[in-house]
C-alpha cells in the first residue's frame, strides 16, 4: 500500500460498501421470486409513502438516473402496478399512483425486505441499531454539506 493509499481493511468507507453491496445482493435475492428487483420495490415503497410523486422525485428516491426511471414507470405502468395521467395538469409532471396490483405487490415486497433487514440487525442490541442508524444518517449529511458543487 503506498503512504497516500487507502488500508481496506480498516477503511470505514470500504465496509460501508462492502455492506451496502451484501444489502442490495440479499435484497434482490428476496425479492426475485416476486418477480421484482430493488429499484421496482424502492418506486413502490415510496409511492405508498407519498402518492403522486413525479418521475424526477422518484428518481432521486430510488438513487436512479431520471431515464432509468422512466422506462421502469413506463414497465410498471403496462404492467398495471401504476397509473399516471395522460397529460400533465401543470408543466411536465406526471404523478404517479399504485394500483391495488402494485399495492398487494408492495406488502409482499415490503415482508421480504424487511426479513432482509432483520436478518442483517441479528446480533445487535437496540441501542446499537439506534446508533448505528444516527451513525450512517450522520455520514450522509456530512458528505451532502460539504459537497464541492455547493
Known sequence: MSQDGIDLATSLGYALKE????????????????????????????????????????????????????????????DGYVTRPAEARIGKVLPTQLTPLGQESLEKAS??????????????????????FRLLQGMARSLRDSAPDR
Open 19 to 78: 455492506a451496502a453491496s451484501a444489502l442490495r445482493t440479499a435484497m434482490e435475492a428476496a425479492l426475485r421470486p416476486l418477480g421484482m428487483n430493488v429499484t421496482q420495490y424502492a418506486c413502490l415503497e415510496l409511492l405508498a409513502q407519498r402518492p403522486g410523486l413525479s418521475n424526477s422525485e422518484l428518481a432521486r428516491g430510488a438513487f436512479v438516473t431520471r431515464q432509468s426511471m422512466n422506462v421502469l414507470l413506463q414497465a410498471m405502468e403496462r
Open 111 to 132: 415482508a421480504a425486505v424487511r426479513s432482509v433487514e432483520i436478518r442483517m440487525l441479528e446480533g445487535m442490541t437496540p441501542n446499537e441499531q439506534g446508533d448505528a
